[in-house]
């Protein structure tokens, strides 16, 4: 029997709960986003895992679980050959029996379906009789026994949540913790969370760079909390702010080069006629592998870039390298109908647009310097400009 729904109105103990009992065999899929997880089963018993999730690779949660260390991963990672497993290559260096790797690997599936369970929402389906890959190796876990610990968990993040600040705020280490030194006990985890936390850092960037997963992180940060080791310093300005200032130069960038793609555009076709759409176009069609970011669809039948469209492109792009692929790329698409105009329409006009540009930008820039300076957009088109 096949089956498939969605974890906000069936949970996932009563999935498994009737995989058990039925003793079904076949794989669970279950996704959300990007993220996927399948599970195997067999007479209802859980035999075998696998997720698309970095965290979940089995040299990870061999990592998490302090039983190699990531140097040491590392080097038997670089040696990799030929598609070799990793558990086989640790038992040719020594560092596992088979047995050992054989124990991992079922503390492996043990985290992937755990980490199913702070899961508000996700399709899943059922495949009645699909085998498990063909390499792998097979356990055979009671998912009642993994409902009882995920249920735990459950429970235990809820405590987590009242001791833990919002992910805005920086944690630093205490200078004067109020304790004796024979009252401190920390664990191994405990420790890397403060390694990791340094002279201080915001709770996300934490659970970003910690190589141990959400939980057992927020476990040692909620610990060092509570034993007076870690303090709140501040949280950073709200997200709300945030949000704002990057709609802000988003709607800077967007007066800057709409604006003067525009008018570079109406000039064309004020010169050219029914020409001057077909060179728009014909410009972009040519050019277009120098920017990769920008899509056709950007550009309408009339040769205009739509405000929305650019605003959706800006907010896809990953935060660090947003406003360089912007300008990299608008900028190639800028110089290309310069050189365009130039070519076809001469030498006098394409000064005249060239002039305007520069104080079209000067302009817009005054409008909001704050946000220009931040970001060093006036020296960026200062440059820009001068070089042509």
Same mark, same amino acid.
């Given at each position: 029997?096949?089956?498939?729904?969605?974890?906000?109105?069936?949970?996932?103990?009563?999935?498994?709960?009737?995989?058990?009992?039925?003793?079904?065999?076949?794989?669970?899929?279950?996704?959300?986003?990007?993220?996927?997880?399948?599970?195997?089963?067999?007479?209802?018993?859980?035999?075998?895992?696998?997720?698309?999730?970095?965290?979940?690779?089995?040299?990870?949660?061999?990592?998490?679980?302090?039983?190699?260390?990531?140097?040491?991963?590392?080097?038997?990672?670089?040696?990799?050959?030929?598609?070799?497993?990793?558990?086989?290559?640790?038992?040719? $260096?020594?560092?596992?029996?088979?047995?050992?790797?054989?124990?991992?690997?079922?503390?492996?599936?043990?985290?992937?379906?755990?980490?199913?369970?702070?899961?508000?929402?996700?399709?899943?389906?059922?495949?009645?009789?699909?085998?498990?890959?063909?390499?792998?190796?097979?356990?055979?876990?009671?998912?009642?026994?993994?409902?009882?610990?995920?249920?735990?968990?459950?429970?235990?993040?809820?405590?987590?949540?009242?001791?833990?600040?919002?992910?805005?705020?920086?944690?630093?280490?205490?200078?004067?913790?109020?304790?004796?030194?024979?009252?401190?006990?920390?664990?191994? @985890?405990?420790?890397?969370?403060?390694?990791?936390?340094?002279?201080?850092?915001?709770?996300?960037?934490?659970?970003?760079?910690?190589?141990?997963?959400?939980?057992?992180?927020?476990?040692?940060?909620?610990?060092?909390?509570?034993?007076?080791?870690?303090?709140?310093?501040?949280?950073?300005?709200?997200?709300?702010?945030?949000?704002?200032?990057?709609?802000?130069?988003?709607?800077?960038?967007?007066?800057?080069?709409?604006?003067?793609?525009?008018?570079?555009?109406?000039?064309? $076709?004020?010169?050219?006629?029914?020409?001057?759409?077909?060179?728009?176009?014909?410009?972009?069609?040519?050019?277009?592998?120098?920017?990769?970011?920008?899509?056709?669809?950007?550009?309408?039948?009339?040769?205009?870039?739509?405000?929305?469209?650019?605003?959706?492109?800006?907010?896809?792009?990953?935060?660090?390298?947003?406003?360089?692929?912007?300008?990299?790329?608008?900028?190639?698409?800028?110089?290309?109908?310069?050189?365009?105009?130039?070519?076809?329409?001469?030498?006098?006009?394409?000064?005249?647009?060239?002039?305007?540009?520069?104080?079209?930008?000067?302009?817009?820039? @005054?409008?909001?310097?704050?946000?220009?300076?931040?970001?060093?957009?006036?020296?960026?088109?200062?440059?820009?400009?001068?070089?042509?």
């Amino acid at each position: 029997m096949s089956f498939a729904g969605n974890l906000n109105t069936v949970s996932l103990p009563d999935v498994f709960q009737l995989i058990f009992t039925s003793k079904m065999t076949g794989a669970l899929k279950i996704t959300k986003d990007k993220d996927e997880k399948n599970i195997y089963f067999k007479s209802g018993m859980l035999i075998f895992a696998t997720s698309n999730d970095s965290q979940d690779l089995f040299g990870n949660i061999l990592v998490k679980k302090g039983r190699i260390s990531r140097e040491d991963l590392n080097k038997v990672i670089a040696g990799q050959q030929g598609g070799k497993k990793i558990g086989a290559m640790l038992v040719e $260096k020594n560092l596992f029996t088979r047995e050992e790797i054989i124990e991992c690997l079922k503390m492996q599936i043990e985290e992937i379906v755990y980490s199913l369970f702070g899961w508000k929402d996700g399709l899943f389906e059922f495949i009645q009789d699909k085998s498990a890959p063909s390499d792998a190796i097979l356990s055979e876990l009671n998912p009642m026994n993994i409902i009882m610990e995920g249920t735990r968990r459950i429970d235990e993040w809820e405590e987590l949540k009242k001791i833990l600040p919002p992910d805005n705020t920086i944690l630093e280490l205490a200078r004067d913790p109020a304790f004796k030194t024979e009252q401190i006990n920390l664990s191994k @985890n405990e420790i890397v969370m403060m390694a990791l936390i340094g002279s201080g850092k915001m709770v996300s960037k934490i659970i970003e760079e910690s190589y141990l997963d959400r939980f057992i992180t927020c476990k040692a940060l909620a610990n060092l909390l509570q034993q007076g080791l870690l303090r709140p310093a501040k949280e950073v300005v709200e997200e709300k702010s945030v949000e704002m200032e990057q709609k802000a130069l988003a709607e800077l960038l967007a007066q800057i080069y709409l604006g003067n793609l525009n008018y570079i555009f109406e000039n064309i $076709k004020e010169k050219l006629g029914g020409k001057g759409h077909k060179m728009i176009s014909e410009t972009f069609q040519m050019n277009k592998n120098y920017y990769p970011n920008l899509d056709k669809n950007f550009i309408g039948d009339d040769g205009k870039i739509r405000f929305d469209y650019f605003l959706e492109m800006y907010k896809k792009l990953p935060d660090e390298a947003r406003i360089w692929k912007i300008v990299s790329n608008f900028n190639s698409l800028l110089n290309d109908y310069l050189n365009a105009v130039n070519k076809s329409l001469g030498g006098k006009i394409y000064k005249r647009l060239l002039s305007e540009i520069r104080i079209n930008i000067h302009n817009i820039i @005054n409008q909001n310097r704050q946000i220009s300076v931040k970001y060093g957009l006036e020296e960026e088109f200062t440059r820009i400009l001068r070089d042509r």
